[in-house]
């Protein structure tokens, strides 16, 4: 099965800093990986993908991911870190085991940016 | 933002009672979801369809139910709701492709007393 892991639950990070939040994956095959940001009391909201191509993929609001084969990782980056970024982040594969290609999504990472 | 909503934002109900959590999308998409985000944020797939009259269970057993007579809504039924339905409700959909992002409402969010 399909499943990714993000292995911290919450990360800290000052305002203007770069920022990066951590996934790691497991598939078989070619993954499709996906970055959702959460803002309190809302949904999900999808900020980039990878599918195939650049290693690096950019997406909204600056963020950017960064895929590793090797390393089977996918990283979520900001050059520099804003407020308005503190938010929940979840890491997202596609399951190709199934018909229906469903996300299976990690457990989260909320991200603190201070002032 | 998405053109997906769901009705109501918050509920609060008593054990027994039947509930329906309202979930439209005005894009067009086949593919509608139903998540539960429990208090510790992780999220469970419990129901998906691939277009009209398909439904079919996802990874977290759920004994609500879900119907989807129209493309654009795919309401979730508890028949008989009990405490540990209190969570939060996030309806999604998709274009079928392969690769096609999640596009997920504002939640339910549910307290059942």
């Known amino acids: 099965a399909q499943s990714v892991a993000q292995p911290e639950d919450q990360v800290n990070v000052a305002e203007g800093n770069p920022l990066t939040v951590k996934c790691t994956y497991s598939?078989?095959?070619?993954?499709?990986l996906f970055w959702y940001v959460q803002y309190p009391n809302r949904g999900l909201q999808f900020l980039l993908k990878?599918?195939?191509?650049?290693?690096l993929v950019k997406g909204s609001y600056g963020f950017e991911a960064e895929f590793n084969k090797s390393q089977t990782s996918f990283h979520l980056k900001k050059p520099s870190a804003l407020v308005s970024d503190s938010a929940l982040y979840f890491c997202?594969?596609?399951?190709?085991?199934?018909?229906?290609?469903?996300?299976?999504f990690g457990t989260g990472t909320r991200l603190l940016v201070s002032p | 933002e998405a053109d997906i909503y769901q009705t109501p934002r918050y509920l609060v109900i008593g054990t027994g009672k039947k509930i329906t959590l309202e979930c439209s999308q005005t894009m067009g998409h086949d593919k509608m979801y139903w998540y539960q985000q429990d208090p510790g944020m992780e999220l469970h797939l419990i129901h998906y369809?691939?277009?009209?009259?398909?439904?079919e269970k996802g990874d977290l057993s759920s004994e609500s139910t879900v119907s989807r007579i129209r493309t654009e809504h795919f309401p979730l039924t508890l028949e008989s709701a009990r405490p540990s339905h209190t969570s939060q409700y996030l309806c999604a959909s998709s274009h079928r492709e392969y690769g096609s992002p999640l596009h997920f409402g504002n939640g339910t969010r549910l307290t059942v007393t």
């Open positions: 990878y599918i195939t191509g650049d290693n």
């Open positions: 997202a594969v596609r399951d190709i085991d199934t018909g229906f290609q469903k996300l299976v």
């Open positions: 598939v078989s095959g070619n993954p499709y």
């Open positions: 369809s691939y277009g009209v009259n398909s439904t």
